[in-house]
């Protein structure tokens, strides 16, 4: 034994943090096929004619697949009926397949359905991911749910330092990042196998559904992500935007303007990565409710005031929006570790695939909502209309913490 661990101890922990990268890079590159229409908006615009409606619903589209997935997923219990390796890689493999389609797509109609079909399949590439790594992770598993996420939110965020930075044709970009999740796939298939803490796995049940529904800290936890998911997405989704009107206030020419503020969007939605990870060990030694609490209060804090900053010093905005970006995604993995930890343990896979279906199916009604406030009232009341969500969740979360007892782990 070293340092009081025993030899089988050490190869088990080991395992665990190789398992952790593994499926870390795994949604990296998965993940990435997002906002692939996002990174190639201005060439396919031009290409195919299409107006900024259009372009918009290519990368919309896809938040609209991914909650038909994991509605269905949820409904036919797949993510606890099928193992989670082969499930994961055979969904990832089959968005490579659809969002290399739209390549060679002749036009919008045509590439309309390929990108709904690559959020419908990616809902076996996220939700998956994070019944796998709990597998491995028991008191750590904060931290590992974290670094999944944070992986996730550095993928997702690179569409906009290619707009930035420039880049191939979008033949190149889409074929490029359907050839990494095809890689993902790979490597779970061939790499990955579950840890000593394995979920239950049944048959198929019609009655899993209304097992996650009437348990009540999964509602809970699932209420609080719903929270937390009012903002992020829309909050996301306006941060080129806003900075855009930022940067052309200031009388920046407008290609400049637009590469300062996809630089700016890309900062500030990276800084999630790190959030997620710090965010992750917090969580494992002061609590999941009492961090997802407190990064939902700054978070809300941001958006409540940075709308109303557009006139101020860049300092102080772009400072403000890299807090923003660090804490709204901070508390993220910390609602799917409270599910993996409070779900009957025979239906966490269903558990987190509704939660994560209801998420994202509201956060596509906000994104439109927040774009239609701002155009008829301006960023001060869209992004501070963001705020509902984190009030809403902290209350779920202090419930929550309350029905667990304190508990912190």
Known sequence: MTDGVSPAEASH???????????????????????????????????????????????????????????????????????????????ALLAALANAGVAWAPGYAA?????????????????????????WFRAGRGLAIGTIVGALTVGKAMPYLFEAAGGPGYQ?????????????ALLVLAGYRDGPEPFERRAFSWSLLGTVLRHRETRLATF????????????????????????AGRGVANVDALSFAALTAFAAIAMGGPGSVLAGVWADRVGRENIAAGAMLISGICAVT???????PIPLVVG??????????ADSAQFSALVTEVAPRHAVGTALTLQTSLGFLLSAATIWLMIEVQTRAGWGIALSMLALGPLVGITQMLRLRRVRGGQTT
């Open 172 to 184: 190149g970009v889409i074929l490029t990042a359907s050839a990494g999740c095809a890689l993902a």
């Open 111 to 135: 590439a309309l359905p390929l990108r709904f079909l690559t959020g419908f399949f990616l809902a076996g590439v996220y939700p998956p991911a994070m019944k796998m790594v709990a597998t």
């Open 320 to 329: 403000l929006a890299l807090v923003w970006g660090f804490t709204i995604v």
């Open 224 to 247: 609080g992500y719903l929270g937390h998911m009012w903002e992020l997405y829309a909050g996301w989704a306006a941060l080129s935007l806003y900075f855009l009107d930022v940067y």
């Open 306 to 312: 940075l709308g109303w900053l557009a006139a101020a």
């Open 13 to 91: 922990r080991r395992r665990a943090w190789t398992m952790l990268a593994l499926l870390a890079v795994a949604e990296l590159l998965g993940m990435s096929l997002w906002f692939t229409a996002t990174a190639v908006s201005p060439q396919l615009r031009s290409v195919w004619e299409l107006n900024a409606g259009q372009a918009g619903w290519l990368t919309t589209i896809v938040q609209l697949g991914f909650v038909a997935g994991t509605a269905l997923a949820a409904i036919l219990n797949l993510a606890d009926v099928f193992p989670s390796r082969r499930y994961f890689a055979g969904s």
